[in-house]
Structure formats: C-alpha cells, structure tokens
C-alpha cells in the first residue's frame, strides 16, 4: 500500500473516523480532529511516509481530541489503547463506511449539509477541496460543515439510518459535478462501490451501476472546445467499455434480488444506451418498457416524478411517433412548462416529426430558460442548425 | 488597481447602434463564432496589463422583490415594467489600470462578431467599482 496515493489516504479516512466513533467520541470533535489529522497528513507524508497510515492518522486524531479535552498529560494513556486496537477486517470496512454514511445523512441535515459532511467525513476530501468543487469560498464551506455537524450534536448515532436517504445523498455527489479538479462524479463512484460491500441492498447496486453506466459516455458528452454533444451525436468508439461492463454486472446482479427500485430501473435504461452500437440501433422498444415501470413506481407520476414521464415522452416518440411523445409532454406543462428541458425535449420531438420551424421555435424557448451556459449555449446552436434546416447526418 | 463593472444588457440603453435577431436566428457558422469568441474573450485583458476577476451570465427570468412589512410575506412582482427597462444579462469585474484601460476592454467586447462575422457594436455599459477602504493620500 502506498501511502502517498491520495485515494488510500482518503479511504482511510472512514475507518478512522469510525474507529473513533465507535470507542465513544463525539462524532463533531472526531470529526474535527480527524479533519487536523488529514491536512497534516497531506502536509508530511510526502517528506516521511508512515509505517502504518492508518494507525498514524488514529494517533494524530486522538491526541488532538486529548489536546482539546483533557489537557496534555493524558495523552500517553489513551495512545496505549489506541495502539491496543485489533487489526481491522475487510467486513469492517464496509461497516464502518455504512455506519458513518447514516451519520452524514442524517435527516436531521438539509441535502446540502449532507453532501459536504459526506465528502468530508467519509470522502476524505478537504474542507478547501469540496469548497473548490461547489465554486463557493472555503469559509462559507466550512461554515456550512460546522452548522451541519451542530445539527447532529447530541444526536443518537447507534441507528441504523435511512439507506434512501444515503443513495440520494451519493446521488447528488454525482449529479453535482464532473470534471472539476475534483471529480465528485469519480468520488461518488467510490462512495458507491463502498457503500456496496457493506449491503446486499439491490438499490444500492443499482445506484453503482447507473452511475457507471453513465459516467461511461463522460469521454463523448464534451467536444475539445467544450461544447455540449448530444447523446445520438456522441463518438461511441469514446464510451469507457471497461465502466459499462462492470455497470452492466453490477446490474445484473441487483435484478436478480427481484426487488426493483428506480436506480436499477434507470441503469437499465441507461445500459440499453450504452449497447447500442449507433443512436440508430437504440432498442427504443425495450427502453419504453423501462420507462413504463419507472413510472409505475409512483402513483401520480406526473406529479411525483415529473423528469421520468418527460424522459419516457422521448422513447414514446421514438416508438410510436413524434405526434404520440408530444402528447405526452401536453400532460406536464402545468408542471414543467417553465424549465427549459420540457421545451428541449420538444424541440426534439418537433424535428424527429420533421415539424423544423417548431423544433427552431421549443429550442429557443428552451435556450431562453436554461440555468447552464453550456446547456444554453448547445440550445442556441440546435435552433441556429433546425432554423437553417441543415438536414441532420444520418449515422 | 481600480475595478470595474462591465454589464452586459438584454435590452435598455441606447439605441442599438446595429439592430441583430435574436442569436437562435443567426446562420450556425455565425453562432459559433459568437461563441467562441466569447470563450476566450479574457485573454484580451490578460495580454493588455489587466484581469477579469469575475465573469457571469445571468438568466433573462426576472423577480423583483420587496419587503412585506412585519408579520407579512415578501411582496413579489414581475411586473408590469417600461418596456424599455433595463434587463442585465451579464457582467464582467475586471481589474483595469484606468478608466480608458476599462473602456478599450469594453470596446473589444463590442467588437464580437454577429451576424455575417462583423463586429456586432453592442453597447457595454462601464462603472467604476468604489473601494472600500478610505483613500490613501
């Protein structure tokens, strides 16, 4: 094991954490001192790597927490009983990564609370590397940890927690960013595959494997200028074969718990994508049966899951007509009608009808709505192309 | 260095001095050398002595605000305004080493091709940032 290899720093993080927990500390001082552990680590290491990282950042933890609470002199005594400590199994590690994960989301914690005390506390990340990710000052992130971790003090943390609450948790990580100096969708790839040995929990796998199966296509979605590429326009020679085949085990053994929730649902969809070979060899026919069971999964979709009927509007299209997906989404527009996807998928719909000067009209709409330069700037550009009705290659 | 704000307008100030469409209706070929030149539009000041602290875009969806009084809810409107009112589209905060370093900027910004690939003449509007602190003498 290197030392040196930030991600065997940052699994350490976890089982330390726990480690700490688990003999009583408070988790907000734990938390803390761990953290102090963690920034010297970073600091030192590189010039004297330790023998044994684990019990080096258990050392330095324990004596800041000493240092805080007792006064120096206790010190010697409570390093004998750390060093005192079993060898850890690997069934411990993913107990320890459960554990701390019901901590961080708690649902006492607001969701962004929850994501920055998860990349903290169990990511290993520095409070200045998640302040980095989310593009917000170091203080404001810190403040936002303190406030968070204020919320679990005094907290019963001995229950086991709200496994739905930890997967939209991770989720969120994923959905947050890519491609940043730290790539939280890469982070919450090994949160997830954590999370995964510690639970045979079919959702759990499930999450895992869409977050591969779509972080997959990550290499096609950006040209070299940065500009957004469409999933029917993406180089698939791009996609990371290695990535969709381990989705695609992870998978295939999560269905066959025969408990289907909506991350494997959504995988599955995600994989009938990834299989296919051109845009034009979409097994649009499987995907709207997927589709259809994810929104059976609530009782008023449209309400409940508007982003699912919206997405299963696009297979419609696909399946049974332009005109047939464009009803579909008539149904939402009380609920949708001001964000900008609603009007991108039927600028889409409009041109797979053939309708241009409609598409032109929904994209610009869309454009017009977007929150997201580089979305914003790929709607400018598909209603600039349908309004010069530049016919679309064919692949 | 003195800062200064460059806005960018949807609409409001002067007359437009080269009336365009909406982007969505510019030739493709025109859009992406719009945006392009965009993406790059920084280095202008980095090569000329100066930087761009901050750059943002801003949504055209607007809400305007104001205190309800105790014990009420914000009051909340979205109109009606002039039509001519200004809507902000974007602003660049940049570090100049002058008032006409800022506004040789702001020219270059103007100059973004538009329809055709000639300069598009938008109106910039430029505004001295005051510093906080008491002026040294």
């Known amino acids: 094991m290197d030392p040196l290899d930030e991600g065997v720093l940052r699994a350490l993080v976890p089982r330390v954490l726990a480690g700490l927990v688990r003999r009583g500390e408070d988790f907000d001082l734990a938390e803390d001192a761990l953290q102090t552990a963690l920034v010297e680590a970073l600091r030192v290491w590189p010039e004297h790597p330790p023998k044994n990282p684990r019990a080096w950042l258990t050392t330095v933890a324990t004596r800041r927490l000493v240092d805080e609470r007792r006064g120096a002199n206790a010190r010697h005594r409570r390093e004998e009983v750390t060093f005192a400590q079993p060898a850890p199994t690997d069934t411990e590690e993913g107990d320890d990564t459960l554990f701390l994960l019901f901590c961080c989301c708690h649902p006492d914690l607001t969701p962004t609370s929850q994501v920055a005390l998860t990349l903290r506390a169990v990511g290993g990340l520095t409070t200045r590397e998640i302040a980095d990710a989310f593009y917000v000052p170091e203080a404001t992130m810190a403040q936002r940890i303190s406030r968070a971790k204020r919320t679990l003090h005094g907290a019963r943390l001995d229950r086991p927690g709200d496994l739905a609450v930890v997967l939209r948790v991770l989720y969120l990580v994923y959905s947050a960013g890519h491609g940043g100096r730290i790539d939280l969708a890469g982070q919450a790839i090994r949160l997830a595959r954590q999370l ?62 025969e408990r289907p929730g909506r991350y494997q649902v959504e995988a599955a969809i995600a994989a ?69 996807r609603w009007y991108a998928v039927r600028g889409h719909l409009f041109e797979l009808g053939g309708d241009l000067p409609a598409a032109a009209t929904a994209y610009a709409d869309a454009a017009h709505r977007a929150t997201n330069i580089a979305e914003r700037d790929h709607l400018v550009r598909q209603a600039a192309r349908v309004r010069a009705a530049e016919p679309r290659e064919s692949s | 260095m003195p800062k200064y704000l460059l806005l960018k307008h949807y609409r409001g100030g002067p007359e437009p001095y080269r009336a365009v469409p909406p982007l969505d209706e510019w030739a493709p070929a025109d859009v ?85 690939g000639t300069p598009l003449y938008e109106w910039i509007d430029v505004r001295e940032v005051m510093s906080a602190g008491p002026a040294d003498d």
Do not use: C
């Not at chain 2, 100049?96 to 900027?105: P, R, Y």
């Open chain 1, 196 to 257: 995964t040995l510690a639970t045979a929990e079919p959702e759990a796998h499930g999450l895992l494997a869409l977050m591969l199966l779509n972080h997959a296509r990550l290499p096609a979605r950006l040209d070299a200028q940065g500009r957004i590429v469409p999933l029917d326009r993406q180089d698939r020679g791009r996609w990371d074969t290695r990535q969709i085949a381990e989705g695609v085990r992870v998978l295939q053994s999560a269905l066959a718990a």
């Open chain 1, 272 to 340: 009938l994508h990834d299989d296919a070979a051109s845009a034009d060899e979409t097994d649009w026919l499987q995907i709207l049966a997927w589709y259809d069971d994810l929104v059976a999964l609530t009782d008023d979709p449209v309400r409940q899951d508007p982003a699912a009927v919206l997405a299963r509007a696009v297979a419609v299209g696909h399946v049974l007509g332009a005109a047939e997906g464009l009803r579909e989404t008539d149904r939402l527009h009380d609920v949708l009608g001001e964000r900008h």
């Open chain 2, 32 to 116: 992406e050398a719009h945006l392009a030149f965009q993406r790059n539009v920084d280095e202008w000041l980095q090569q000329n002595g100066g930087s761009v602290v901050d750059a943002q875009a801003l949504t055209p969806a607007r809400t305007w605000v104001r205190y309800g009084g105790p014990d009420a809810a914000p009051v909340i409107t979205d109109g009606p305004l002039p039509e001519t009112s200004d809507l902000v589209a974007g602003w660049f905060m940049v570090d100049a080493e002058s008032h006409q370093h800022a506004v040789e900027f702001a020219a270059y910004v103007s100059s973004e091709p538009g329809p055709g």
